[in-house]
T-cell receptor, first 108, second 111 residues
Framework: GQNIDQPTEMTATEGAIVQINCTYQTSGFNGLFWYQQHAGEAPTFLSYNVLDGLEEKGRFSSFLSRSKGYSYLLLKELQMKDSASYLCAVNNDYKLSFGAGTTVTVRA | EAQVTQNPRYLITVTGKKLTVTCSQNMNHEYMSWYRQDPGLGLRQIYYSMNVEVTDKGDVPEGYKVSRKEKRNFPLILESPSPNQTSLYFC??????????FGPGTRLTVT
């Protein structure tokens, strides 16, 4: 079976940093995706980690530790437009299993 | 413009009346997939397809059928819809191993 956990909600202030954790226990693993989803919209791709370590992409970074079954998404210099749900998903031979998502609210 | 399209975007139907939700992509992607999204449960994969005539079950395939006769199209069929299939449905496509592009979603209500 697949078990993917992430916090339900997080709140942060504009300009701050927020770290969204994702832990997983899955029957197989090829990589881990992070997606952003604004209310009422489709998910959009943020990152894909296959190997251990940190990958940085502008204000967003994603980290993976396969031995610990752990990933995090780091959002820096938060902006109001970053208020959204963030979804982690484990790729297992093209079967994708998603966590329930973390709703991030950015306050002025 | 590269995109995934779904039709219809909104549908209200009654229990037992067969329906099809279409999905089409113009990016020549091999991989296509269907998901449903429910509050508190996140996205759950229904079916996916690695290429034409190749489909496989995701985590919640019961009550759904798919077909992949052409590379660009991947329709989702509900032979006998029930109220527990009321949900928001997303189609997605990708080149193998890369990011998935999602369609705009289809909000289905079964009464």
């Amino acid at each position: 079976g697949q078990n993917i956990d992430q916090p339900t909600e997080m709140t942060a202030t504009e300009g701050a940093i927020v770290q969204i954790n994702c832990t997983y226990q899955t029957s197989g693993f090829n990589g881990l995706f992070w997606y952003q989803q604004h209310a009422g919209e489709a998910p959009t791709f943020l990152s894909y980690n296959v190997l251990d370590g940190l990958e940085e992409k502008g204000r967003f970074s994603s980290f993976l530790s396969r031995s610990k079954g752990y990933s995090y998404l780091l959002l820096k210099e938060l902006q109001m437009k970053d208020s959204a749900s963030y979804l982690c998903a484990v790729n297992n031979d093209y079967k994708l299993s998603f966590g329930a998502g973390t709703t991030v609210t950015v306050r002025a | 413009e590269a995109q995934v399209t779904q039709n219809p975007r909104y549908l209200i139907t009654v229990t037992g009346k067969k329906l099809t939700v279409t999905c089409s992509q113009n990016m020549n992607h091999e991989y296509m997939s269907w998901y449903r999204q429910d509050p508190g449960l996140g996205l759950r994969q229904i079916y996916y397809s690695m290429n034409v005539e190749v489909t496989d079950k995701g985590d919640v395939p019961e009550g759904y059928k798919v077909s992949r006769k052409e590379k660009r199209n991947f329709p989702l069929i509900l032979e006998s819809p029930s109220p527990n299939q009321t949900s928001l449905y997303f189609c997605a496509s990708s080149s193998r191993g890369y990011e998935q592009y999602f369609g705009p979603g289809t909000r289905l209500t079964v009464t």
